[in-house]
């Protein structure tokens, strides 16, 4: 028997037909791949935040940044954002976790960094041998500064790439009918059919919903248990 390739993400061509056949077009004739592509990237995108916003981070890449000593500050940077060196990775929508390891000691291994939640800005603290904390704020990780050169290894959640082909794959698995129903209510919508749009947009919303709960349910038969308030994370260096 031949070998058939198999994936788990479907691919766009999948959501643009089912898109063609909501809106009765199903030979393209109307609505080809050229017309509805730049809509089933707006919904793609669309899907993501709404995933996003309830908790579901839909791709996650992991990156090693160098963060080397400047020598008339004495200390690495107080930064990693789109304009700094080195630069956060073109894709990065939002960091999750941080690690950080001298530079020099490439046999250690990673000790996690501390999220400093706060709405003022970074804590005003002198540089010492790690950086111990980060935040995330205006597009930017924020940083106190180390006295040695630091690689930080950065997860975060990815943009998504935009599909261009009807063979592309769409990397958010099982959204064929929330992306297909929400690229036909922007087609419909485009040609003026605001009463089909409105329907098709429910029903977008509504497989969205499931989608999310496929996602989040799973979590929820977790027994967790809260934290007592005198709990402070301590991070030990060795």
Same mark, same amino acid.
């Given at each position: 028997m031949?070998?058939v390739? =198999?994936?788990?993400y #479907?691919?766009?061509?999948?959501?643009?037909? !089912?898109?063609?056949?909501?809106?009765?077009?199903?030979?393209?004739?109307?609505?080809?791949d =050229?017309?509805?592509?730049p %809509?089933l990237?707006s919904?793609?995108?669309?899907?993501?935040? &709404?995933?996003a916003?309830?908790? /579901?981070?839909v791709?996650?890449?992991?990156?090693?940044?160098?963060?080397?000593?400047?020598?008339?500050?004495?200390a690495?940077?107080? &930064?990693?954002?789109d304009?700094?060196?080195?630069?956060?990775?073109?894709?990065?929508?939002?960091p999750?976790?941080?690690?950080?390891?001298?530079?020099?000691n490439?046999t250690?291994?990673? /000790?996690?960094?501390?999220?400093?939640?706060?709405?003022?800005?970074?804590l005003? !603290?002198?540089?010492s #041998?790690?950086?111990r904390?980060?935040?995330?704020?205006?597009?930017? $990780?924020?940083?106190i500064?180390?006295?040695?050169?630091?690689?930080?290894r950065?997860?975060y959640?990815k943009?998504?790439? %935009?599909?261009v082909?009807?063979?592309?794959?769409?990397?958010?698995?099982?959204? =064929?009918?929330?992306l297909?129903f929400?690229?036909?209510?922007l +087609?419909?919508?485009?040609?003026?059919a605001?009463? !089909?749009? +409105?329907?098709? !947009?429910?029903?977008?919303?509504?497989?969205?919903?499931?989608?999310i709960?496929?996602?989040?349910r799973?979590e929820?038969t977790?027994g967790?248990?809260?934290?007592?308030?005198?709990?402070?994370?301590?991070? $030990?260096?060795?």
């Open positions: 031949p070998v390739p =198999t994936t788990a #479907s691919q766009a061509e999948d959501a643009l037909n !089912l898109a063609r056949a909501l809106v009765n077009d199903s030979a393209g004739v109307v609505f080809t =050229t017309l509805l592509m %809509l990237n919904a793609y995108r669309g899907l993501q935040r &709404e995933l916003e309830n908790g /579901v981070s791709l996650v890449e992991q990156q090693d940044i160098e963060l080397d000593v400047n020598s008339d500050t004495g690495t940077n107080l &930064e990693i954002s304009v700094s060196s080195p630069q956060l990775p073109a894709d990065c929508l939002m999750h976790m941080l690690w950080e390891r001298a530079t020099a490439t250690d291994t990673f /000790v996690p960094m501390e999220k400093f939640m706060s709405g003022g800005g970074m005003n !603290l002198q540089p #041998s790690y950086l904390l980060w935040e995330w704020r205006e597009d930017k $990780i924020n940083l500064g180390a006295t040695q050169s630091v690689t930080v950065v997860r959640e943009i998504l790439p %935009l599909l082909l009807g063979t592309d794959p769409v990397q958010i698995r099982s959204a =064929t009918d929330a297909g929400a690229t036909a209510a +087609a419909a919508r485009s040609r003026g605001r009463a !089909l749009a +409105a329907d098709l !947009l429910g029903s977008a919303q509504t497989a969205a919903e499931n989608l709960n496929r996602y989040v799973p929820q977790k967790r248990r809260r934290k007592p308030y005198s709990y402070h994370r301590r991070i $030990i260096y060795l």
